[in-house]
């Protein structure tokens, strides 16, 4: 019996042999009263189910190095690393990108508002002006 992946404790397993042995043992016992073809065939059968049967894959070890103060790495080497640092790079390169985009757009708002004040009819100091906030919601009520 194979080792599967998890670890059975050592009464588990004792259970499970004697259990096969008991199973075994009825089987060959009704085996005594079938013919001599239908046993014959139940051999061939038997040989048959156990070529057939799917065995469990070997695990294989892999080296592992631990140099003094540093954390245990499976395999790798230089791609490892590469690999391991080459999504933080492209992280850190979209933000950037993202923020340079955001600034711009930023900037080309408030250059068409800035453009928009000096080309209209009004001078910029009007804006400040408390009577122009006046007269701005009174001609909204009015126009309602």
């Given at each position: 019996m194979k080792p599967t992946n998890t670890s059975p404790t050592g009464s588990a397993v004792a259970f499970e042999e004697q259990f096969g042995r008991r199973v075994a043992a009825r089987l060959s016992a009704g085996n005594l009263?079938?013919?001599?073809?239908?046993?014959?065939?139940?051999?061939?059968?038997r040989v048959q189910a156990v070529a057939r049967r799917k065995t469990a894959p070997e695990l294989r070890s892999v080296p592992v190095a631990v140099a003094s103060g540093r954390a245990a790495a499976l395999g790798g080497g230089w791609w490892t690393r590469i690999g391991s640092v080459v999504p933080l790079v492209a992280l850190v390169a979209g933000l950037m990108a993202i923020s340079v985009i955001q600034e711009e757009r930023r900037t080309d708002e408030l250059a068409e508002v800035d453009s928009a004040l000096l080309t209209d009819d009004l001078?910029?100091?009007?804006?400040?002006d408390p009577g122009f906030a006046q007269f701005l919601k009174t001609s909204d009520a009015g126009e309602r």
């Open positions: 009263d079938l013919s001599h073809e239908v046993g014959e065939r139940l051999r061939a059968a001078p910029p100091a009007a804006y400040t």
